[in-house]
């Protein structure tokens, strides 16, 4: 009886899981194959996978000609079954160059924490860079900074997180970003935004074409360093020394404050904390107000001032 209670049990499970496909559809258009069981995000991730593929053209010098698979999931067990079980909790989209798809959880059904515009524009970065160095794969750092590159993924958040890191001199190595996936949240934070910096600062610094020739060097199965030696001529590890110097130099206890987000960071703190003693201040009178009322008659009507009732007793003031 209780195998069979099992057997039933199972055969439930498996009959909702496959009614939970059935709905699914999978449309081509020129650039993608959608697959989801609404068509409701299809145009906004056509538009955004034509903005990343723009951008992404000019900074790999690729055409990036292939036709990546984008999954739009509605359930965390679907979506575990795509990607894998290994994937953070906390993450809300995934890339697989290697199957060219990318799968992301439903705004509809997971509080995602970012807009569907930066987490298909980040995934295809993933997808196109994989593409542009195949069969090899780059560095956590490296994959990490083109997506958010490519999606423009820089805010107050990003700030805070570098902020905060450099007061508690929790800096990540790049080498060590590689085990991001088994980071927590706030880590993972530190981690995204250096990444996103460390690639920044290559471009800004060395140009695209030192840029590919680092892809080029990796694509060619070179070692980091060779490829790092080919592109800007440092090693990973003088490369490495010379991005902290420009961290230390960007995040510090005089550039927080200087820096436009902290201070308005800075400013709201201090707008709240005033409300809040102003608050205090108020209710301690309202407070001492009603203790004094307390004592005090008010069973009385007010009258009509022009035509006052007249007392009865010799002064008659009302007279």
Same mark, same amino acid.
């Given at each position: 009886? /209780?195998?069979?209670? =099992? =057997? =039933?049990? #199972?055969? @439930?499970?498996?009959?909702?899981?496959?009614?939970?496909?059935? &709905?699914?559809?999978?449309?081509?258009?020129?650039?993608?194959?959608?697959?989801?069981?609404?068509? !409701?995000?299809?145009?906004?991730?056509? $538009?955004?996978?034509? *903005?990343?593929?723009?951008?992404?053209?000019? =900074?790999?010098?690729?055409? +990036?000609?292939?036709?990546?698979?984008?999954?739009?999931?509605?359930? +965390?067990?679907?979506?575990? /079954?795509?990607?894998?079980?290994? @994937?953070?909790?906390?993450?809300?989209?995934?890339?697989? %160059?290697?199957?060219?798809?990318?799968?992301?959880?439903?705004?509809?059904?997971?509080? #995602?924490? *970012?807009?569907?515009?930066?987490?298909?524009?980040?995934?295809?970065?993933?997808?196109? $860079?994989?593409?542009?160095?195949? %069969?090899?794969?780059? %560095?956590?750092?490296?994959?990490?900074?083109?997506?958010?590159?490519?999606?423009?993924?820089?805010?107050?958040? &990003? &700030?805070?997180?570098?902020?905060?890191?450099? #007061?508690?001199?929790?800096?990540?190595? +790049?080498?060590?970003?590689e085990g991001l996936n088994r980071y927590s949240e706030g880590k993972a934070s530190v981690a995204y935004a250096q990444s996103y910096l460390a690639v920044k600062y290559l471009l800004d610094n060395y140009g695209i074409e030192s840029f590919n020739i680092l892809l080029d060097g990796i694509k060619s199965r070179k070692p980091i360093d060779e490829a790092l030696t080919d592109a800007i001529g440092g090693t990973y590890r003088e490369f490495e020394k010379e991005f902290n110097l420009f961290l230390n130099d960007r995040y510090n206890w005089g550039s927080i404050f200087?820096?436009?987000?902290? $201070?308005?960071?800075? #400013?709201? +703190?201090?707008?709240?904390?005033?409300?809040? $003693?102003?608050?205090?201040?108020? /209710?301690?009178?309202?407070?001492?107000?009603?203790?004094?009322? *307390?004592? !005090?008659?008010?069973?009385?009507?007010?009258?009509?001032?022009? &035509? %006052?009732? !007249?007392?009865?007793?010799?002064?008659?003031?009302?007279?």
């Open positions: 009886m /209780k195998y069979l209670k =099992i =057997i =039933i049990l #199972l055969g @439930f499970f498996l009959s909702v899981g496959s009614k939970a496909g059935e &709905n699914e559809q999978a449309i081509e258009r020129e650039l993608f194959v959608y697959h989801a069981t609404t068509t !409701q995000y299809l145009a906004p991730v056509e $538009l955004n996978v034509i *903005k990343a593929r723009l951008k992404l053209v000019e =900074i790999l010098k690729d055409s +990036l000609s292939y036709k990546p698979d984008i999954y739009i999931i509605d359930n +965390l067990a679907d979506f575990k /079954k795509l990607i894998g079980t290994t @994937f953070p909790d906390w993450g809300a989209a995934a890339a697989l %160059p290697y199957r060219r798809m990318m799968a992301i959880k439903s705004p509809a059904h997971f509080p #995602l924490g *970012k807009s569907l515009r930066e987490l298909v524009m980040h995934e295809y970065g993933h997808l196109a $860079l994989g593409d542009r160095i195949r %069969p090899m794969h780059a %560095p956590r750092w490296l994959d990490e900074g083109v997506a958010m590159y490519t999606a423009a993924e820089w805010g107050w958040q &990003n &700030n805070l997180a570098m902020g905060r890191a450099a #007061l508690f001199g929790d800096f990540i190595s +790049l080498h060590e970003i200087v820096d436009t987000y902290f $201070l308005w960071i800075f #400013l709201a +703190l201090v707008v709240f904390i005033g409300f809040v $003693l102003q608050y205090r201040k108020r /209710k301690k009178y309202y407070d001492k107000w009603a203790e004094e009322e *307390k004592y !005090q008659s008010t069973d009385f009507d007010y009258g009509d001032p022009d &035509n %006052p009732e !007249q007392i009865d007793d010799e002064d008659k003031p009302w007279s």
